[in-house]
């Protein structure tokens, strides 16, 4: 009974974004978008502040797994910060999203399915990411055999970065924030240190179009600078 409820979950999950998508709002993300670069862009700063507080700056040895991993942008950040892709995996339920996956980096293995049974033996991994998975899970059942897959795959001695959002969007009923207590409640076997680091989207939104510096752009064609050989 309670696997037929959160298969019914993912197929409620697959219709929010299938209409997302659909109505243009993963345009919001855009990173011509002020706020969405800006919380891109702090988020990438407290990943890689995390990394280097557990003593991984070098992950060009680390098998690295993303849980709903969209598109594969994060793993694609990661081969920045020196991951191999030889050693990067990708599960997302949205075959669209995989099939896109793919298509952008077909040297990193990703694979379409529910993230309740991943197919990966215990213990396969040192890294494993989620990005803004949980708060679009509202059966908590289906929340537990995740972060219950999550914790068999993971290595013994491995680190979950985990990101999400802590309160609710009241515009948004497909969301919901996770709390600490929920989170110690559905990952029980793990030592959670949570920090709080990026702004509500509405604040991200209010905020980030205020300028704090200049950015000069000189197109060679229009503009040219005189050179001289006296200075």
Not at 83 to 101: H, Q, S, T, Y
Not at 166 to 180: E, F, Q, S
């Amino acid at each position: 009974m309670r696997e037929m409820a959160t298969a019914e979950e993912a197929e409620r999950i697959k219709r929010v974004y299938d209409r997302r998508d659909s109505d243009g709002k993963d345009t919001i993300y855009s990173f011509f978008r002020p706020a969405a670069l800006f919380m891109y862009q702090q988020r990438e700063k407290e990943i890689l502040k995390t990394l280097c507080s557990e003593d991984m700056r070098d992950i060009s040895g680390e098998k690295i797994l993303e849980v709903g991993c969209g598109d594969g942008s994060v793993l694609r950040d990661f081969l920045r910060y020196g991951a191999r892709p030889e050693n990067c995996f990708g599960v997302d339920l949205l075959p669209w999203k995989i099939d896109e996956a793919r298509r952008l980096s077909p040297n990193i293995d990703f694979r379409c399915c529910n993230a309740e049974r991943l197919p990966f033996r215990g213990g396969a991994f040192d890294i494993i990411l989620c990005i803004t998975v949980f708060t679009s899970i509202l059966d908590m059942e289906m929340k537990r055999n995740l972060a219950g897959e999550m914790e068999r795959v993971l290595k013994r001695g491995g680190v979950i970065l985990w990101c999400d959002f802590h309160m609710d969007n009241p515009k948004n009923a497909d969301v919901r924030g996770i709390k600490m207590r929920e989170l110690r409640d559905i990952f029980r076997g793990l030592e959670i240190r949570m920090r709080r680091v990026i702004l509500a989207p509405p604040l991200a939104r209010a905020i980030a179009p205020i300028p704090v510096c200049s950015v000069i752009f000189l197109n060679r064609r229009r503009y040219s600078i005189p050179t001289t050989s006296a200075l």
